[in-house]
């Protein structure tokens, strides 16, 4: 048979295998809850830089609509006065703009006047 003692050993060890068994939970448990706060703090931060860059393409792309728009109403003038009668004046209006001149004419600055 087995005496008290030798039954209060096997209950002593039992008990700190037992403790060591809740420590390892514990311990389990508690790395479990870090990792899980960890990945959220990561969610987290990636949300928000996602969310920015996010506002600033957005931003980016209303910029370049107005551009575009602008440039269609430009597109379309031009067009309006290519289509029209007047468009070799427009031409020539626009070509003495950029210092062209005709065959045989002189162009003369007058650089005494301030601008």
Known sequence: MVSKEHLK?????????????????T???????????LVAIYCSVVLVG?????SKLRAEA???????Q???KENEKIEA???SKNKDRY?????????YAKDGETVFYDI???K
Do not use: C, H, P
């Open 9 to 25: 050993t096997l209950g002593a060890i039992n008990l700190k295998a037992k403790i060591k068994q809740l420590d390892k939970k």
């Open 27 to 37: 311990v389990t448990k508690y790395l479990m809850i870090a990792l899980f706060v």
């Open 50 to 54: 996602n969310y920015s860059d996010i």
């Open 62 to 68: 209303a910029e370049a609509n107005v551009k575009y």
């Open 70 to 72: 602008q440039q269609v």
């Open 81 to 83: 006065v290519l289509n």
């Open 91 to 99: 031409i020539e209006k626009k070509a003495r703009e950029k210092g």
């Open 112 to 114: 005494s006047s301030s």
